[in-house]
């Protein structure tokens, strides 16, 4: 048997399968990068593997040579021949790298068969396919496939048309994982795609879980399910894991493992909704350093992001050491500095905090906390006093 591990980064696949084929089976871990290629180098030697043949190159429809991007640090798995599909992922450096089609790598290593083959190249996959039609079509491998469509459209192609080649042209079934059950199910039409739904599998992609009747005591207890977890689990991460002492603000971001990214830059509207989160936490009594973490996040959003290149408004978005990663004035983003203000004075009593400017080119009227959404609501056009209530104002005069 041989199995083809296009994409095999350290080689957790390439060792799995090596071990299956066993000694008279043969593997071919294609990877293009060198800095990955070490690893997977020596995680073959210490497996004492050998059946494994590394072949260092990148898979595309045509040969040559192309730069490989190689994104930083946690993300060093997302190393592609076209854009980063995912926020946060930056690039350590370009390498040139040669470029080689699968139909190529199986004549030059004199393949008779191709049985399996495994693919997650970053959004190339498509141009992988396109130059393995000998393979496809004479060896008819079974082929485990990771499918991410922004990945796939940053190369000019997209999930649809993957999926369209290989079944018009290579007359392939999609089988798919049953979300429900496991069990492996044929997929019909299109991959049940979800805006927040990233990755999926060709032969393995995730099939859509469903819906159920929702009722009022199902929602009830989710609800509470999600507070439970808010005020038990994620105010205390957050805490601990996503607020930067040294610089007095919270993280853009942690990664799954729950490690903070210091190197992504920080939104303005990140730190302004954790102000908002923490405020909320210091007065119903959920975190016992919800008010310190609010006040600093505070008051290092007020000195860092508003007019720190001397034009009116607030950056959207600064680098860890607190200089500016984007200037752009961006009006959702602003209404966030409302939100927190409002909050930031509920939860202390403290009046300065309703005098933040927010800048001439965005309103030259007091704008009051209780209209919070006024780029989008339509209650923004209502009589600020409607209901007898008195007013938050977010400006240094009086509403």
Partial sequence: MTFVDVGANDGYYTLFAARRVGAAGRVVAVEPSSRERVNLKRNIARNRLGNVTVVPAALAAACGVADLRLAQGVHAGHNTLGKFAHDGVQADRLQRVDVATLDKVAADLGLESVDFI????????ASVIGGAHCVLSTMRPMILLEINDNA????????????????GDFNYDILVFSGATGEIEQLEGALPYRPTWWRCRASAPRESCGRSDLTADALGGAAAQLRRWAIDRGLPLWAAAGFDRERGRFVERLTMQGAPLLDVPA???????????????????????????MERAFASMVRDYREPDGRAGWVFSIHRDGTVADARRDLYAHAFILLAAGSYFQATGDR????VPMGHWLTSTPICARHVAVATSKRAQQPAHRGGKTPICISSRAC
Avoid: C, M
């Avoid at 495994?118 to 996959?125: M, S, Y």
């Fill in 118 to 125: 495994k693919i997650d190249v970053e959004g190339a996959e």
């Fill in 152 to 167: 796939l459209r940053a190369q000019s192609t997209s999930a649809e048309a993957l999926l369209s080649t290989l079944r």
């Fill in 267 to 293: 939104r303005l509207l990140v730190q302004a909704r954790q102000v908002y989160s923490y405020a909320l936490a210091a007065r119903r009594g959920w975190h016992i350093e919800a008010r310190q973490l």
């Fill in 352 to 355: 300065s905090a309703l005098a």
